[in-house]
């Protein structure tokens, strides 16, 4: 098993940035890839990003392209999400979720993801 914890949500403008931490626990962070989700409110989780067990590939929303980036660092048990020219659509709550499993792809299926941190909220204002 693992556990996720984010971490770097908060308020910000319209324009601005943030970068979403989820560090996991355990020894094998490797054999999993991850994503990061986010739920509106009133709305049904979505896919944000995702990456493979060792980062090379990545896979991005349509909504997010361009302005977000994932990473990781396997070494530090840690995955990241570089949030730039933010608008107010992606206010939500913001989720990590991880995968075990053998293939190197990232994947945008929910169902994939069978562990997930507790979210961490972000707001942005116009």
């Known amino acids: 098993q693992v556990q996720l914890v984010e971490s770097g949500g908060g308020l910000v403008q319209a324009g601005g940035s943030l970068k979403l931490s989820c560090a996991a626990s355990g020894r094998t962070f490797s054999s999993y890839r991850m994503g990061w989700f986010r739920q509106a409110p009133g709305k049904e989780r979505e896919f944000v990003a995702g990456?493979?067990?060792?980062?090379?590939?990545?896979y991005y929303a349509d909504s997010v392209k361009g302005r977000f980036t994932i990473s990781r660092d396997n070494a530090k048990n840690t995955v990241f999400l570089q949030m730039n020219s933010l608008k107010p659509e992606d206010t939500a709550v913001y989720y990590c979720?991880?995968?075990?499993?053998?293939?190197?792809?990232?994947?945008?299926?929910?169902?994939?993801?069978?562990?997930w941190g507790q979210g961490t909220p972000i707001t942005v204002s116009s």
């Open positions: 979720a991880a995968d075990q499993t053998i293939y190197n792809i990232a994947s945008s299926r929910l169902a994939d993801y069978d562990y």
């Open positions: 990456i493979g067990r060792i980062a090379v590939s990545t």
